[in-house]
């Protein structure tokens, strides 16, 4: 995969740490929204053995306030530039839904986007990524911000998902873009039984033509059958992390990134 000029190779699995610059987001809201926050949290994400940093300027969580463009570039500054300063190692992936951010985030020195919305709130983001030539994270979502959260009882979810990965990315490989990262969408509106059909059926997503994605991190159908919050089921977490790896995930979308390494360590041994 070529991150702006970077070449990453995802025959070993990667992390990706999550480091959210909002106020609101659903565990971590205003804890790294200043950009000090913001660089200190970076720095323990690579210490910890994040390969990539997920900047995430607005919360996608359910009920969440929805932001323009400008008011994300806004919170965005400097972070962006000032973690490329501070981490040149660093490989940073933007996580928007507007073409205009990821304009600004290309100049700003981004080295992937990951978009939740597949290119469906924004008709100028595969364009832009085009443009960028960045690789593309392209999630399964319900097709609009108002509806991103419905769940919807799908009579086979995998070949569902599938079916909408197969029209995407034939879109994407049509305008140019070359990398293409597939995230079949864990808590977007989905429900918990499906989920955990995703999590059997991983090894069948995008029939092994495209590097696969996996964001379950702090995700509700983990805790809420369980009676638990967000912050108490990283041992759960951990299992299902070991099983989609299992079945050839090659990114981890993690919070906690120390916990997740190990998780990897744990499926490598699992290799001998």
């Given amino acids: ?24 987001s659903f565990s971590d809201g205003g804890k ?17 053995g994040a390969e990539f940093i997920d900047i995430g300027p607005q919360s996608t969580r359910p009920n969440a306030e929805f932001l323009n463009s400008n008011e994300e ?28 951010t990821v304009k600004f ?4 020195g981004i080295d992937l986007v990951n978009d939740v919305s597949g290119g469906q709130f924004d008709e100028n983001m595969f364009d832009v990524v085009a443009e960028t030539r960045l690789p593309y994270i392209l999630m399964h979502v319900n097709p609009s911000y108002g509806t991103m959260h419905d769940k919807i009882k799908f009579n086979d979810i995998t070949l569902t998902i ?4 197969t029209k995407k990315t034939k879109e994407l490989l049509e305008k140019g873009v070359k990398d293409i990262i597939l995230d079949p969408g864990f808590g977007f509106g989905k429900t918990v039984e499906d989920q955990m059909k995703m999590i059997n059926e991983t090894q069948f997503f995008g029939f092994g033509k495209f590097p696969l994605l996996i964001g379950i991190s702090r995700k509700s159908f983990i805790y809420k059958p369980l009676g638990k919050s967000a912050l108490e089921i990283n041992e759960e977490t951990q299992k299902l992390h070991v ?5 050839g995930a090659k990114i981890l979308r993690v919070h906690d990134v120390a916990e997740a390494k190990k998780s990897i360590l744990k499926w490598e041994s699992s290799r001998v």
């Fill in 1 to 24: 995969m070529n991150c702006n000029g970077k070449l990453v190779d995802l025959s070993y699995p990667k992390i990706m740490g999550i480091l959210n610059i909002t106020p609101d």
């Fill in 243 to 247: 099983q989609v790896l299992k079945q």
């Fill in 32 to 48: 790294f929204n200043n950009e000090q926050s913001a660089l200190k949290h970076a720095e323990k994400l690579l210490k910890d």
């Fill in 162 to 165: 599938n079916q909408y990965f």
């Fill in 105 to 108: 985030g290309f100049n700003e």
């Fill in 73 to 100: 570039i806004r919170r965005i500054g400097t972070v962006i530039s000032e973690i490329k300063k501070e981490f040149p190692e660093a490989l940073i992936s933007l996580d928007t839904f507007y073409a205009e």
